[in-house]
Structure formats: C-alpha cells, structure tokens
C-alpha cells in the first residue's frame, strides 16, 4: 500500500508539472504572436 502511495505522489507531481510547463509554453507562444503581429502592423 506504502508503494502505490508514493507512485501516486509521484505522479501527481509530474501531472502537475507537465501542465506548468505547457502552460509557460502557451504563455511565451502568445507573447511571440503578439510580437509578430505588432511588427506586420508597423511594417504596413
């Protein structure tokens, strides 16, 4: 029971991570769209 435990902690933890990291990543994605975007409307 002890094991299953802490796998279950573990991955948890990794779960919980992971949707940080893509959440950062979504987060830096936009940030370059917004850039991109700003720079085709001064270029016109």
Request: charged fraction near 25%.
């Amino acid at each position: 029971m002890r094991k299953i435990l802490t796998m279950a902690m573990l991955a948890g933890g990794l779960a919980l991570s992971a949707c940080n990291t893509v959440e950062g990543l979504g987060r830096d994605v936009s940030s370059a769209g917004d850039t991109v975007a700003k720079t085709a409307e001064d270029a016109k």
